[in-house]
């Protein structure tokens, strides 16, 4: 059964703070829940359907009594960074089976203000035992890992790698809640600390406390509503991983999840207004943006030149909120923010300098883990509510 049409985004909301010292990530999931709701002219006494990741309390369990929510459905898959791009296609599944009408979406965390300490009674995974023990010390090495390797494959190069930070950065100047919003130059980028190489400072996302919430509801719902929503027209996921060693660095995920999302909403690349793409590194967008078929694999840093990510003209627009490289990567997970700004770009509701002109199709794309080990990537294609 296909889930294009059956749902639509009634209502979002990304916290506008960056650094949140005052507050716990539960209170923070309920100010964003409060106002995805009130964006869609809802409450919480409406929702039937609740998301969230494995973070908080028993999958769910906890902020479910935290919010005071009346369910019968519930689900927190857990695929990092990529989890709220699936919980909305899962939303959508749901929603058409009958198990729930009004779906909240919520995600938060502190990771700028709270210390991250892992829990000293958890037994810690397989895979990070033997990675950390032969030098994969950190997300960036591993997505540094990815960058070589395709430097070394296609001849992508550090200026292009840089061309990726350059139109976040533009973008995050018209935004007053992003973290960054001083735009930067190619150069700049390059003569920025080297973190692991090849990447450099400005080629790494920011780290930021915050949160978001989406809210999703059934065709009938969206109707009664004085709110504009958006269809949901398309939905891939599906999970890359090591493959006891046999692994490419030099693609995603998105080879598998993208094609399933425009089958699914029955388009294709060429037909995207707008593509919020996961840009934990500058690396991320160049793999991502080959692996959803905008470009030939290998020519990611041609794409990219030339302002082609630049909003509002450029061939294709992205990340205009800033995105994780300059806005807002809240909890180290940034597929919130990314289906958030997508949904502002087809309501018309972007910052007025980077609004793409009749955007009427948009793509909300997520990835979790590492491209350079294992990760769970996932695709949304939103339309406009008469799409």
Not at 59 to 87: A, C, E
Not at 337 to 351: D, F, H, P, S, Y
């Amino acid at each position: 059964m296909s889930i294009r049409g059956k749902a639509f985004i009634a209502g979002v909301y990304e916290h506008p703070l960056r650094e949140i010292p005052d507050r716990s990530s539960s209170q923070i999931q309920a100010e964003c829940a409060a106002g995805a709701l009130a964006d869609a002219g809802l409450s919480f006494a409406d929702v039937d359907g609740y998301f969230t990741d494995s973070k908080y309390g028993i999958g769910g369990v906890s902020m479910t009594d935290y919010l005071g929510l009346k369910l019968t459905h519930i689900d927190s898959t857990d695929t990092g960074g990529s989890s709220y791009v699936v919980h909305v296609g899962h939303a959508a599944e749901a929603i058409a089976c009958g198990k729930c009408t009004v779906a909240l979406i919520t995600m938060a965390g502190r990771p700028r203000t709270a210390a991250l300490r892992a829990d000293p009674t958890t037994e810690p995974v397989p895979d990070s035992v033997f990675e950390g023990l032969w030098g994969l010390s950190g997300p960036a090495t591993a997505y540094a890992l990815a960058a070589t390797r395709h430097m070394y494959q296609y001849g992508t190069t550090s200026a292009q790698l840089a061309e990726v930070k350059v139109a976040a950065s533009l973008h995050a100047q018209y935004n007053p809640n992003a973290f960054l919003r001083q735009p930067v130059t190619v150069e700049e980028v390059l003569e920025s600390p080297m973190v692991s190489t090849p990447l450099h400072r400005l080629d790494c996302c920011v780290v930021t406390d915050g949160g978001g919430a989406v809210v999703v509801v059934s065709p009938e719902v969206a109707r009664s509503l004085d709110r504009t929503s958006v269809k949901v027209l398309g939905h891939g996921e599906t999970i890359k991983h090591a493959d006891a060693g046999r692994i490419d660095v030099t693609y995603t995920g998105a080879v598998i999840s993208g094609p399933r999302a425009f089958e699914e909403a029955g388009i294709g690349p060429a037909d995207i207004k707008y593509a919020s793409i996961y840009d934990s590194f500058t690396i991320t967008v160049i793999e991502s943006l080959e692996d959803l078929g905008f470009c030939e694999k290998g020519k990611g840093g041609e794409f990219v030149l030339d302002g082609a990510l630049v909003a509002p003209h450029g061939r294709l627009p992205f990340n205009t909120d800033g995105g994780g490289l300059c806005n807002n990567h809240p909890s180290n997970r940034g597929g919130m923010t990314k289906i958030i700004e997508a949904v502002r770009q087809l309501r018309g509701e972007a910052n007025k300098e980077v609004q793409v002109p009749n955007c009427d199709l948009a793509l909300a794309h997520g990835t979790g883990g590492s491209i350079a080990t294992r990760m769970g990537s996932s695709t949304l294609i939103l339309g406009q509510e008469n799409a």
